[in-house]
């Protein structure tokens, strides 16, 4: 009877912390590279550059589809501005600009903004396969004498899988989904132009 009843303990207990690793919460660090070219229109002038995170939270989903804290997927915002910072700065110069942190009367410049960034858990239509529905906003804006230029860039991207994604491949999904949406921002030639005015 007592070896009957440590059998049943422990089957419940590591059931138990089995469900607790599938559903414990991921803190992700996203690194995402543009890749794509960028129309080269400076001529070493200045230009203010500046990246922000204008997300309303930095929980981007869960990874079992409801609002249980222990299956969020989050994003740091202290950790991603920086590295969004880098690629447009890196963006800026190739595209023959001289990049810099300070504001100045006159001056040209462009504000990098992640507007959105989510993870949503759909149905793949197949047995036994979930989906990731991942998407990924931002906005650029940019300004010089007196002319403001706004720009959207949406990338999206399905996943399906039998397993839950771990952080590595929700990590290289999202750097995927991300780098994609600064190719798509920093090859509008729009942007340039104006800042080249």
Do not use: W
Request: include cysteine; hydrophobic fraction near 35%.
């Amino acid at each position: 009877m007592r070896r009957r009843h440590f059998l049943g303990l422990s089957t419940a207990l590591l059931a138990g912390a089995l469900l607790t690793g599938c559903a414990s919460p991921q803190y992700l660090q996203l690194e995402p590279h543009r890749s794509a070219q960028v129309p080269q229109v400076g001529q070493g002038q200045e230009v203010t550059v500046i990246a922000v995170d204008a997300r309303d939270s930095e929980v981007i989903g869960s990874r079992a589809g409801g609002g249980m804290s222990t299956s969020h997927i989050t994003v740091s915002s202290h950790e991603l501005v920086p590295r969004l910072q880098a690629e447009a700065d890196r963006a800026v110069r190739e595209m023959g600009f001289t990049p810099t942190r300070e504001e100045a009367q006159g001056r040209p410049s462009l504000t990098l903004e992640l507007a959105n960034l989510a993870y949503v858990r759909g149905e793949s239509g197949q047995p036994l396969l979930d989906e990731a529905r991942l998407e990924g906003v931002f906005r650029a804006v940019a300004r010089n004498q007196g002319t403001t230029y706004t720009g959207t860039y949406t990338s999206r991207r399905n996943q399906s899988y039998a397993v839950k994604p771990g952080e590595d491949s929700n990590t290289r999904m999202l750097n995927d989904l991300l780098a994609d949406g600064l190719n798509r921002t920093f090859s509008d030639q729009e942007l340039g132009r104006l800042l080249a005015r």
